[in-house]
């Protein structure tokens, strides 16, 4: 005769003898119900013989017990301080500018992904863009510059003005003159150039050139009155 374990006994005693050969959907049913409960109470059981370890007490030089938790708030304040002189090391260490720049231009690009995916010629953003830029073989650079310049003072001059008492004269008068003092320009003659740029006004004409317009202009002159001498001696004989 087959003996049985002692643990198919422990369980054959809590819901019963194995039955053998067709059973019904509730006896099955039942008999699931019962393995459930078993296995629940060995894990209960086991459960409550295993205890959890206590955590270990630390203590400093001196014997008294150290705070677990208020030592690694301290830590995370000290990671603070020093994640902050971190990034203000690596913020001087590149530059203000170059990190107002990088600001700006990332404000640019953001921007810039609002509008849609085409650029037309009316794109306003685009235009004053390439305007404010100054290049080096622009012969009008020098002029532009000196007028941001201006502006650049008028606009400071206006700032401290507007904190003092009102001015005499009506705004309408004071824009008049400035613009007049923009617009003013040197009246009398002057040797043409390539790029048609007048002198200041307060020029004393004398030319300081090294006279390479002044050639240049000659043999523009005499090339145009060659070929018009050409064309004549061509046309000469079909009359």
Same mark, same amino acid.
Request: proline fraction near 4%.
């Given at each position: ?10 369980? &054959?005693?809590?819901?019963? +003898? ?9 006896? $099955? ?16 059981? !086991? ?5 959890? *370890? ?7 030089? !001196?014997? &008294? ?6 030592? !690694? ?43 849609? $995916? ?20 622009? *012969? ?39 613009? +007049? ?11 043409? &150039? ?15 050139? &090294? ?8 043999? !523009? ?19």
């Amino acid at each position: 005769v087959a003996t049985q374990s002692s643990g198919s006994s422990g369980i &054959n005693a809590e819901y019963g +003898e194995r039955r053998g050969g067709l059973q019904t959907a509730n006896e $099955l049913l039942a008999k699931l119900a019962k393995m459930k409960e078993f296995a629940e109470k060995k894990r209960r059981e !086991q459960e409550g013989d295993f205890k959890v *370890p206590e955590a270990p007490v630390r203590r400093d030089a !001196q014997g &008294n017990k150290i705070d677990i938790m208020l030592e !690694q708030a301290k830590e995370s304040a000290e990671n603070e301080e020093e994640r902050k002189k971190l990034e203000k090391f690596v913020l001087y260490s590149k530059g203000l500018v170059q990190h107002k720049e990088a600001l700006a231009k990332k404000a640019d690009n953001s921007y810039e992904m609002t509008k849609p $995916l085409a650029r037309y010629a009316e794109d306003t953003d685009y235009n004053s863009l390439l305007k404010s830029k100054s290049r080096e073989e622009d *012969p009008m650079a020098m002029f532009t510059e000196k007028k941001k310049k201006k502006k650049s003072k008028k606009s400071k001059k206006k700032k401290k003005k507007k904190g003092k008492k009102k001015k005499k004269y009506s705004d309408s008068e004071s824009e008049s003159s400035s613009s +007049e003092s923009e617009q003013e320009e040197y009246k009398g003659p002057a040797p043409p &150039n390539r790029f048609g740029i007048l002198p200041g006004p307060k020029w004393d004409g004398v030319d300081r050139s &090294n006279g390479y317009e002044k050639l240049l202009f000659m043999k !523009q002159a005499e090339k145009l009155a060659l070929k018009n001498e050409q064309y004549k001696y061509s046309t000469a004989f079909d009359m």
